[in-house]
T-cell receptor, first 119, second 111 residues
């Protein structure tokens, strides 16, 4: 168990609808990342929030939006859903780690994911 | 273009055997390289993270190597177990902080 929680676990909806996915990071982690994983595809980075502020944007569609609340939980909103939006959506939170030689990196811990099916 | 290529795409081995998964990358500026294990339908779990100055790192039966000159990494699994059946994802971190993901190698360990 990574300590990152996501709800719901499964979501089935119809094209054109709007859904909200929720993520709670590990206690103390300020960063939240959202990823999309379509069938047999690699993880695609969508967006990152740090302490309530948008930090980085990846391949996120304009129909998708996200926010991070003061309690650090985050929501990913997907609207005007299309069949191609069916995927696993993961959120991750991170902590700074240190490698040999003093170089730092963000170590990401992934949640269990939300499986979205658009019919 | 920043890319991470993994081979093979899939692999079947017998329980108890060893195997090696490969990762080639063209990512710059390079910061670190990670290997994740992802069980079907679950979130990825970190196995190892190596920064530029590290060329090998172990986590139990998993050993990762990194050659920053040739931009190659490998993940060696020793004495495989049925529970090793999963996708193994190579991920390269850039200095700006963003991650570039490979598509993964799907490993099946058969009894």
């Amino acid at each position: 168990d990574s300590g990152v929680t996501q709800t719901p676990k499964h979501l089935i909806t119809a094209t054109g609808q709007r859904v909200t996915l929720r993520c709670s990071p590990r206690s103390g982690d300020l960063s939240v990342y959202w990823y999309q994983q379509s069938l047999d595809q690699g993880l695609q980075f969508l967006i990152q929030y740090y302490n309530g502020e948008e930090r980085a944007k990846g391949n996120i569609l304009e129909r998708f939006s996200a926010q991070q609340f003061p309690d650090l939980h985050s929501e990913l909103n997907l609207s005007s859903l299309e069949l191609g939006d069916s995927a696993l959506y993961f959120c991750a939170s991170s902590v700074v780690g240190w490698g040999a030689g003093g170089s730092s990196y963000n170590e990401q811990f992934f949640g269990p994911g939300t499986r979205l099916t658009v019919l | 273009k920043n890319q991470v290529e993994q081979s093979p795409q899939s692999l079947i081995i017998l329980e108890g055997k060893n195997c090696t998964l490969q990762c080639n990358y063209t990512v710059s500026p390079f910061s670190n390289l990670r290997w994740y294990k992802q069980d079907t339908g679950r979130g990825p779990v970190s196995l190892t993270i190596m920064t530029f100055s590290e060329n090998t790192k172990s986590n139990g039966r998993y050993t990762a190597t990194l050659d920053a000159d040739t931009k190659q990494s490998s993940l060696h699994i020793t004495a495989s177990q049925l529970s090793d059946s999963a996708s193994y994802i190579c991920v390269v971190g850039r200095s700006q902080g963003n991650l570039i993901f490979g598509k993964g190698t799907k490993l099946s360990v058969k009894p």
